[in-house]
């Protein structure tokens, strides 16, 4: 199996479904909203882990509802989450409105992904050929 390390953004996405999406200033009635775990990161990592992959998700996810689903949907997929770090505060969401046309426009709060700066030390146990640590 191909082992992969996906480092990138987990989203929760909020997702309005218009008939049109309302100009600067209008308000339009939805006919349906959905919550998705998506995010650029996740869904390569789910992608490649469904199509045989052995991936491992790296990144952060906040410490709120949208934190455990997300964690939960990519476990559910078959990644490991093991390098997804939960932070304080909230996950990062993307709101989006999708009108009948298939037009789609999209805000992204970054939320726990934007508190990703580094990648954390790996545990004693981990190693590879260019590790300084001798192999367990």
């Keep these: 199996m191909t082992a992969i390390a996906v480092l990138g953004s987990t989203n ?3 997702v309005a479904y218009v008939p ?3 100009n600067p200033g209008e308000t339009v009635t ?4 959905r919550t998705v775990p998506g995010g650029k990161g996740a869904n390569q990592a789910v992608a490649a882990a469904r199509l045989g992959g052995e991936v491992t998700m ?3 996810v906040g410490a709120d509802e949208f934190g455990v689903r997300l964690r939960a949907a990519l476990s559910g997929a078959g990644v ?3 390098a997804l770090r939960t932070v304080e505060g909230a996950s990062g969401t993307a709101h989006i409105t999708v009108d009948d046309e298939g037009a789609n426009s999209i805000i992204v ?3 726990a992904n934007g508190r990703v700066t580094g990648l954390e030390p790996p ?6 050929p260019t590790s ?3 192999p367990p």
């Design 132 to 134: 300084t640590r001798p």
């Design 20 to 22: 049109k999406a309302p």
């Design 12 to 14: 929760m996405d909020l």
């Design 109 to 111: 709060i970054p939320g």
């Design 123 to 128: 545990p004693p146990t981990c190693w590879s």
């Design 80 to 82: 490991e989450t093991s």
């Design 58 to 60: 790296i990144g952060a």
């Design 30 to 33: 939805g006919r349906e909203f």
